[in-house]
């Protein structure tokens, strides 16, 4: 009997690991469902628009990422090469919440001078995965 | 023979030069790569003395205009390691202007036949852009033989 609690346990353990070590693993798709139950439905045509347009200071995002991000940018004021942004033509991206948010944190603040709403997250992301 | 004396002496001045060599250290923790690295290029720690460092970690979300937060974990442990391993020769361990790099007196010496229009073009964008022109700034060598100077 306790042999068999100690097998229970250990699974659930091994469980336990496994699903911690995936907690924060995504999908482009999980993320704008994420997104979407914040606010409301996507639109890709809004966040094509939001994307290209600039929100009252110097840069918009095409301003890094160009337009459409599926290549390989520079960054414009170090030149730095940025990978694509959309996650057709890098599956790395939008696969991690935490890595998502903040640099929707870090980039909505220099284009916007503040953050992102979540319907603009949304609109944002759902236009990206429609980029071949 | 005096000429021959002199040319020893001129290339033992001059060797400094040709000899900026910033390895990164060994122990670079990996969110250093994955947070500075992703706009620009990996600057070696011994490129800013430890109080600029600090200046520079203590202002991340008003990074050269841009917001560059860091979550409190990488925030520590990458200044942490940049301070340790901060610039200890007297020539790069000075107080920089505005915290940056390119407006050490070291800096500007040694960039100072690079014409204005040299910095803005394309292939460069910024003096921040090391590797536009230091063929192997990656590798921290940043030797005077390994210079390509883009055209546009």
């Known amino acids: 009997m306790n042999k068999e609690l100690t097998v229970i346990r250990i699974c659930l353990l091994a469980v336990s690991l496994g699903l911690s070590s995936f907690a924060n693993a995504a999908t482009p798709q999980d993320l704008l469902k994420t997104y979407e139950y914040q606010s409301g439905k996507a639109s890709p045509a809004r966040g094509e628009q939001f994307f290209n347009a600039k929100h009252g200071k110097e840069w918009s995002c095409a301003s890094c990422h160009e337009n459409p991000p599926n290549h390989d940018t520079k960054h414009i004021v170090t030149g730095k090469v940025i990978k694509p942004l959309s996650p057709n033509a890098n599956p790395a991206r939008f696969t991690d919440e935490a890595k998502a948010e903040k640099w929707f944190k870090r980039n909505c603040n220099d284009v916007l001078g503040h953050d992102c709403t979540a319907q603009e997250k949304a609109d944002v992301l759902a236009w990206l995965m429609t980029i071949k | ?152």
């Open chain 2, 1 to 152: 023979m005096k000429n021959f004396f002199t040319l020893i002496a001129a290339v033992l001045v001059a060797s400094p030069a040709f000899a900026a060599k910033m390895p990164m250290p060994s122990d670079m923790p990996k969110s250093y790569e994955a947070e500075c690295a992703s706009c620009h290029m990996a600057y070696p720690p011994r490129l800013l003395g430890e109080k600029s460092w600090q200046n520079v970690m203590s202002g991340l979300n008003k990074h050269f205009g841009t917001d560059a937060s860091l979550d409190a974990k990488d925030q520590k442990e990458i200044s942490v390691w940049l301070q340790k391993n901060a610039a200890t020769k007297q020539k790069y361990n000075v107080v920089a202007p505005e915290n940056r790099i390119t407006k050490t007196s070291w800096f500007i010496r040694k960039h100072d036949e690079i014409k204005a229009d040299v910095w803005k073009r394309a292939g460069v964008k910024s003096p921040a852009n090391c590797g536009a022109c230091h063929t192997t700034a990656a590798e921290g060598i940043f030797s005077e033989k390994n210079i390509s100077i883009p055209a546009k």
